[in-house]
């Protein structure tokens, strides 16, 4: 069973950077894709950027240019690097981890940009 834990939430202003990172609790798991999806209150869960095992990179047009995910030195680590953030990104940022037939998730951790 692997498991993800976030990390880098917190405040900001807008304007601000911020990176997050995810790290999975082991190496072993084969993960073929690492996302990270953000949920806004009263919204639905919306993917934020998308990178495989062989480093292609999806990211969610309105977000393109001020996020960027890339993958850890450490092997099953994803970051996000997000800059320019606006309040409108306030939302609990979540790593998902894909694994053939299996998909992880993490708690979760909060951003939130003030104006």
């Known amino acids: 069973q692997l498991q993800l834990v976030e990390s880098g939430g917190g405040l900001v202003q807008a304007g601000g950077s911020l990176r997050l990172t995810c790290a999975a609790s082991e190496r072993v798991v084969p993960v073929t894709h690492m996302a990270w999806y953000r949920q806004a209150a009263g919204k639905q869960r919306e993917v934020v950027a998308l990178v495989t095992s062989d480093g292609d990179i999806t990211n969610t047009d309105s977000m393109k240019g001020r996020f960027t995910i890339t993958r850890g030195n450490v092997k099953n680590t994803v970051l996000l690097y997000m800059n320019n953030l606006k309040p409108e990104d306030t939302a609990v940022y979540y790593c998902?981890?894909?694994?053939?037939?299996?998909?992880?998730w993490g708690k979760g951790t909060l951003v939130t940009v003030s104006s």
């Open positions: 998902n981890a894909l694994s053939p037939g299996m998909a992880y």
